[in-house]
């Protein structure tokens, strides 16, 4: 019983770490509440049959942590980098561009020197309002009114617009597909607010597959 034990808690370690380029984690698509009401940028979702969507090759997909005001701990907008204190809570963000994945990376929001556990970023200089700490698009925020998408890339230092989802720019007659809770969100992607147990997909290229739903940890 021990080592089955041990064995369940290695593949849950597993699972939260490949949850977003994967899946893992994620509940079956199924019709989120708000779904089939069209409000405030949101439409019905689109239906693709589950499958794996491989994780994409080269630089373009392994976007850094930070830009250059977040290395030195600069104001970003309105978000300030502070000591950590007080509770979070979680939002969860899958991108997609060529058919692909694009990771999120850990150590968007915090600022250098970093203190490292593996594929987790521990501690930092200080944080901002939003960040992320494993490579699982796990956003970690803190509970206030107004966090939006745009804020999160703006602190990240990727551009992000109707055309543009980082270093992906769409081509000509196309742009990035948002969804929020399995909903699509037809306005300016970064105004996608950020609350407790959002999920939040951006697409930019082939249909993949959605997950409406996330499996946040407790």
Known sequence: MPAARAAVSVLAA??????????????????????????????????????????????????????????????????????DVGPRVQAHLELFARGRVVPVPPGIGIAPPLRRDGAYVRAGRCSYPLRTTEPTGLIELRPRRGATLGELFAIWGQPLSRTRLGPFRAPAGQSVRAYLDGARW?????????????????????????????????
């Open 186 to 218: 037809r306005a300016d992607p970064r105004a996608i607010p950020l609350r407790r147990h959002a999920q939040v997909v951006l697409a930019l290229g082939p249909p993949v597959p959605l997950h409406a739903r996330y499996m946040f940890p407790r």
């Open 14 to 83: 597993a699972c939260a770490l490949v949850a977003a380029v994967a899946g893992c984690g994620a509940a079956p698509d199924r019709p989120a509440p708000s779904e089939g009401v069209a409000s405030a940028g949101r439409a019905a979702p689109e239906r693709l049959p589950p499958r794996p969507v491989p994780t994409g090759h080269g630089a373009a997909f392994r976007l850094p942590p930070r830009g250059a005001r977040a290395a030195r701990a600069l104001p970003i907008g309105g978000a300030v980098c502070r000591a």
